[in-house]
């Protein structure tokens, strides 16, 4: 009897949505559905499943290609919710003074007055549901909703480290200094994210947490920005590049830190991962090694010991110029002695050649396209942050971007793998528009059917204002059918988030990995490395992979989402 009652209470996923060609996004009922699934996924993952972040009332599910992620939505679709056990033990405690500058106003907002507020807030156990907005931001529900505030009405600009906040039915702790909007009600010396810790969130999606009040004046001592890894300080290096200039924005990057997402940390990682893998390739590097990302050309570095090196992705002279190694290892080569007149000579694109011991390259402007990508034999030698060393520009994971003066040290070659012949490169962005394919959804149904053919109708220009979070879009804007918010849920790159304004915006690599404004479609996955290509000034025109279609009932909308996958 009590198992059929089970049985007949049993919770679903209501419907799954496609996101791009290699996501899937799971609605359901309520927050503790988004736990158990979360749960179950993360206890037994599908086949394909690379990553699984839970939002609001969303669980966003990352395969590891188009087909994976047809077999995990229609997988979802059969789950049956089981509850997730309670774990006895792993209480995170957390001290705080609450003495918060809107402590009064959320006393009059719930009504319980500043001391009571204090109560409701230490006298339950908060569950971290989800992770999003910066690395060790999670989002905690409580036992009850006696805190339900809203956000303020005007965020403010910075945010101490360490303020305990509230907004909606969540509660969370800034790791940074950083924007916010939350209700801020005390303060903690807790550190919850520290990369110097086997896990470096204090407390991570499924942790239970009890906030305990102290009366003792907590004072936030300057403590080091553990997200960022140290600049290299200037000393000599056995073998390496000396950064002479380091152009618009140079960065170190591999291909990214997937399967992350539960911490509040994206995947970053090279924008174009096609022309770097074709650098290490090139150089005789795993695919995996980390190079240099380079923006609109005038990148300069000297060898420090014979190297072999190549430059691939956007089109672009490369000049080597012969120079003599300075008396000081921290002082730049001088490109030629008093009287002399440097050599210099040109190499190709996407063909390995020597960089010899003193010897300067300097990457021009591109031809066409955005970012090129530099690979050293060995690869970069970088500090490695969760398995990557690549830098995240959202979080400020990683290296720090490169600066004159720097060394970089190159890796040992540990396997025996040759140089590569030089490779034709793909057709780079130009003068003309770039026409990118997108899979609508999953929140195309927050538009009237016609904008998604309003989208692809009309040339988007890229702004200046872009970057490797995201591309800012200039156009005629969309309007929405929808009014309200929309709960933050996962969100991927090559995601078209549209803002109010109605102004798209087109995220990269390095996106917060939640977003609370609809998207009305994502650009598919194998097309990224064209997108990241395209530069300021250039135009974008999108166009729907498959036709626009709008479900009638939550039961068609999951049956939908799925087969619309399938002819991807």
């Not at 003074?97 to 230490?122: C, F, K, P």
């Not at 539960?262 to 150089?283: E, H, T």
């Not at 166009?543 to 991807?568: D, F, N, Y």
Request: with cysteine.
């Amino acid at each position: 009897m009590e198992a059929a009652m089970q049985a007949a209470t049993a919770h679903k996923v209501r419907s799954v949505r496609p996101v791009g060609s290699c996501a899937v996004l799971a609605e359901l009922s309520g927050t503790q559905d988004v736990l158990a699934l979360q749960a179950m996924l993360l206890a037994a993952p599908l086949p394909g499943q690379q990553d699984v972040l839970a939002a609001a009332e969303t669980v966003m599910v990352r395969a590891e290609s188009p087909a994976a992620a047809r077999r995990i939505g229609r997988t979802l679709l059969e789950l049956e919710l089981v509850p997730p056990t309670v774990q006895q033990g792993g209480l995170v405690v957390i001290e705080a003074v609450y003495d918060g500058a809107d402590l009064t106003e959320v006393g009059e907002l719930s009504g319980l007055g500043a001391d009571g507020v204090i109560a409701a807030h230490t006298g339950q156990i908060w569950t971290v549901a989800f992770a999003g907005f910066a690395p060790g931001f999670g989002y905690m529900v409580g036992e009850n909703q006696a805190l339900e505030v809203p956000r303020r009405s005007s965020p403010r600009t910075a945010v101490p480290a360490g303020s305990v906040a509230l907004a909606g039915n969540y509660s969370s702790v800034y790791p940074r200094r950083s924007p916010g909007g939350w209700q801020l009600i005390g303060r903690t010396e807790a550190l919850m994210w520290d990369l110097n810790r086997a896990e470096p969130a204090l407390a991570s999606p499924g942790h239970r947490v009890q906030f305990r009040a102290v009366r003792a004046t907590v004072t936030l001592a300057p403590k080091p920005d553990t997200a960022t890894e140290a600049r290299p300080q200037r000393h000599e290096i056995a073998s390496g590049l000396r950064v002479l200039a380091p152009g618009i924005q140079s960065l170190i990057e591999d291909l990214g830190r997937p399967g992350h997402s539960a911490l509040g940390v994206s995947a970053a990682g090279a924008l174009d991962r096609a022309s770097l893998r074709r650098a290490n390739r090139l150089v005789g590097n795993s695919a995996s090694a980390a190079g240099v990302e380079t923006v609109a050309g005038g990148l300069t570095v000297q060898a420090v010991g014979d190297q072999v090196l190549a430059v691939t992705g956007a089109p672009s002279e490369l000049t080597v110029t012969t120079a003599w190694l300075a008396t000081e290892p921290s002082e730049p080569s001088s490109p030629a002695g008093p009287g002399d007149s440097p050599e210099q000579r040109t190499v190709p694109m996407a063909t390995p050649f020597a960089l010899l011991d003193g010897e300067i390259l300097r990457i021009g402007a591109p031809e066409a396209g955005f970012r090129s990508y530099l690979g050293v034999r060995g690869g970069i030698d970088a500090t490695a942050v969760l398995g990557s060393r690549s830098a995240d520009t959202m979080s400020g994971i990683g290296p720090a971007p490169l600066a004159s003066g720097q060394l970089l040290a190159s890796g040992q070659v540990l396997d025996s793998s040759v140089v590569g012949s030089p490779e034709l490169q793909p057709d780079f962005p130009g003068g003309g528009v770039t026409v990118l394919d997108i899979v609508p959804g999953p929140r195309a149904d927050w538009f009237e059917p016609a904008a998604l053919d309003y989208l692809c109708s009309q040339d988007w220009k890229v702004t200046p204002q872009s970057n490797r979070v995201g591309v800012r879009l200039q156009g005629t804007p969309l309007q929405r059918s929808r009014a309200g918010e929309l709960p933050s849920e996962g969100t991927v790159a090559g995601a078209i988030q549209i803002p109010p304004e109605g102004l798209p915006v087109l995220f990269l690599a390095d996106h917060p990995i939640t977003g609370g404004y609809p998207v009305i479609g994502v650009v598919v996955d194998h097309q990224l490395d064209l997108a990241a290509q395209v530069p300021i000034g250039g135009s974008i025109r999108f166009r729907a992979a498959l036709p626009p279609e709008r479900p009638s009932s939550e039961a068609t909308s999951a049956s939908l989402a799925v087969s619309r996958t399938k002819s991807e």
